[in-house]
């Protein structure tokens, strides 16, 4: 592959270029071991023991014992330091020196590093940003039953979680399940896939037993780490292999529906193991392995979006509500898409009670999403490192992930992921003060599909709309004959009947006929179905989801600090090429036409690869005044994508220190966010409706630019037509054709934020408490999102034909009627464009932390996010998708007696509007508990673990069309450091 190929000889020359430096060959190695316990006896786990100006460094076990392999010259310093304790040294005379530590505890912050905000290690207190660290004894305290379950209980973060295999976090307002503004980094390595357009954090990442630490950054991060982070990052950092040794094992097995609604109580197990090892502290290994398995969530929330009274459904029928409502569209059920003007029929000629009726407007039935998506899912993963000292500063690694997933995440559609799999390869070189890192991930989606064609073509297979519409009518008119007309008493059990003779005959869930004709749907990669208009499509129609991608990406930093002297220098880049191979149905070459981009060639593929790519750099300046009181930073970034203009982002700040426990900071700085891939170059044909990327060259032939009509008013100027005309004739349409409203979609641009933050960190009462609180301020300018538009067949906007073209009877060519004249049709395109309006957010977070009793904690933080009124409507509704105010309170203690420990957290949230283009309601507030209670016994290396998140199963969703969430029950068990030659008390 010939990108691939040039990317290795890129970083290979990286590599080579790196500064490097050689050792002489020092004393023969030797071990030395020890003990650290806090002041009140109790041995402290997880404390980094490291000699002084080195990077030679390890852990204590869960005995709060530590061995640590070095060739150092003999006397040197080790530097004892553990999250919540204050640092100490211990001169090391010779080899033989008994060493066992005090350590006494301090503010949980005060001395705490952090690396995310500045791309290089500061004290967190003095972030020229707001960042939150979760420590790795944090995140064992946590209740929740992983890892990353414990990112909820951030300040200011807001989880969405589309699957128990997918967990996606956002800061700071415009939240969705496909998060395309918050990045994700595990170790470094971008953790959004690349086709599907999801952050895979928790599914491929690291495993509960390797994970070392979590930063994030809410809020514009772009200035350092480029166009994915304009809301924030987080960051996810795994165990060193040369710190962490040893073997480690884990299970967990939970239990969830505890209450049988629509699934039965279902086990949840999860399985992992880490084994490390370091040789004379120059090579080291590391392997991990985790294994997932249970039932998800289900999605099946029946509320009706399109109820009667609305304009898309049918208010001159008011006798059709509730379940027996003509265009019923349901948050959880696919094919029924009223809403969208989709999966529709109009029915004429209806008469009620002696009166003339408007057109009836009736959805197809359509299918629900949980007799359509298998609830079992599985998640594995697996990853390996190799690390070699070339000096004690200076680390050769090579790193091998792979993770295969089931669940479900919302796109555009609800999209299930069965198989799917990324794999990473990455290497690093990385020195005191440089870093070369180039890493590829490789992406294939496996068996999975999108819902809703599936639901489409289990319908189409039934029948056609058209002829489903015939029947429908045919049934109506005979139930009126048959019951002496239409009533307003009758006018419901008339449509309920008529919909069961539509039905009749087509696969019911449940049955073998609908098993099998939905195994076939889903392996076929051809979302259309054969009819007169697409003759070479499948008979059945398809479902699957094919994409196949490479990432390759490269990129470097040096700290010139040293060498400039005057202040810190930070400089980097990097460039990014995604390859994605097409498939004809998501990603298409665009070389080809537009009649044979669908086709496959005779060897198969469906063309040329597509390429995709991206530059950056950046440089960050430090300096310090009045005795390190004052720390400003300036920073800027160039991004350059070929198919856009280069931007340069800014970032100023200023962090203000009158004592060392308190910290003003003031910061100003800018961001841009070019389309993700899917943004960019999609090209998918999903229910007749082509989803298109962002890029204008797509444009080319198909109109949707400038030869369109927005959603919006093609809905208006058919309500009017219904309303004014029992026929919905030619005559009353030209009529009203100036309720039509060209699109007149712009060129599209890179998204832009313009940030304003102000924070405060401090200390009080003897290190007792720590508050930490922020406020800012944001802009958008030119928010990326999709309008649907629709553009006439054969014909010019503003033209009788085009306004023709543009009623609901006429969504495929027609012939000519006594009412209406011969229509070529219409096509409907959802694009990816740019907001015409400015958008300004605002909000505040605070957070406090007490230590009031010994080692029992109390903390909470509260959050609260807005967004500014518009006074005028845009092309798309961008969905803020954010509660106003969010908050949680926890109380534990890590040691209540020895060895045992808890904790307890409280969330909530208030209710809030979720508008996307598949889903808009209101998510209701949500109030749930979390508990756990841990107890170690350090004689066997392990750790028990008894808890629940949500303990008393308050069922809720997170976001509109997404799954009810109820109690998770858990109890876990840890053996950690086994082999690690340490022996126990």
Known sequence: MKIYKVFLKLIMLLLVLAPTATLAQLNGSYILSGKVNDEHGFPLIGTTVTIKGTTNSTATDTTGKFSLTTNAKLPFTLVFSAVGFQPQEFYIKNANSAVNVQLTSQSLLINEVVVTASRREEKLLKSPVAIEKLSINALKQS?????????????????????????VPNTR???????????????GVDMQSATLGVPLGNAIGPTELDIASIEITPGAAAALYGTNAINGLSNLFTKDPFRYQGLSVYHRTGINHVDGIGVSPSALTETAVRYAKAFNNKFAFKINASYLEGKDWQSNTRLDQNPTNLKTANPAYPELTGTSNAAYDGWNKYGDDALAGSNTVSIKGIVVDGVARPNLTVARTGYNEVDLVDPKVTNLKLDGTLAYKFTPNTTLSYTYRYGKMDGVFQRGNKISLNGATVQNHKVELKGKDFL???????ENTGNSFNVKPLADNLDLNHASNSAWGTTYKNALTAYATANGGLTSANLAAANNAARTAADAGRVEPGTPAFDALRSTIIGINNWDIKSSLIPNAPVTGGAALVQKSHLFNGEAQWDLTSKVKVVDLLVGADVRVYEVIPDGNNFVDFSRSIADRNTPLADGSFGENVIYKKYGAFTQVTKTFFDEKLKLFGSVRWDYNPYFDPKFTPRLAAVYSPTQNHNFRFTFQNGYRFPSLFEALSYVNNGRVKRVGSLDFIN??????????????????????????????????????????????????????????VGYKGI???????????????????????????VPNGTTVGTDAAVLSMLDINRDPTTATSTNVASAGQSRYRVYTNAKNIYNNYGSSAGLTYNFYKRYTVS??????????????????????TPEWSGNFSFGNREVVKNFGFNIVYKWQQSYLWESPLVTGTVDAIHTVDAQVTYRVPVYYATFKIGASNIFNN???????????????????????????????
Do not use: C, H
């Open 143 to 167: 209740p929740g039953p992983s890892f990353y379950d414990a990112l909820e209980n951030v300040k200011g973060v807001q989880m969405t979680t589309t699957s128990i295999t997918l967990k």
């Open 173 to 187: 307002g415009f939240n969705s399940p496909n998060n395309f503004r918050f990045m994700q980094l595990a170790d």
């Open 436 to 442: 070369i890192r180039g890493y590829e991930s490789i």
């Open 700 to 757: 080319n032939g198909l109109g949707y630019l400038d030869n369109s009509y927005t959603q919006q008013s093609v809905t208006a100027f058919n309500n009017a037509v219904k309303a004014q005309s029992t026929t919905g004739d030619d005559a009353t349409a030209l009529a009203n054709r100036s309720l039509l409203k060209v699109a007149d979609l712009p060129k599209a641009r890179p998204e832009q934020i313009t940030s304003f933050e």
């Open 764 to 790: 009080f009462f003897d290190n007792k408490i720590f508050l930490d609180v922020d406020a800012y301020a944001n802009r958008y300018n030119g928010f990326l999102g999709q309008v649907q538009v629709f």
């Open 860 to 881: 909470g933080n509260v959050s609260f996010n807005k967004l500014k009124a518009q006074q005028t409507s845009d092309i798309f509704v961008t969905g803020f998708n």
């Open 955 to 985: 069922r809720f969703i997170q976001y509109a069309g997404g799954p009810t969430i109820g109690g998770l029950y858990y109890a876990s068990v840890t053996l950690d450091g086994l082999l690690s030659g340490k022996k126990q008390d």
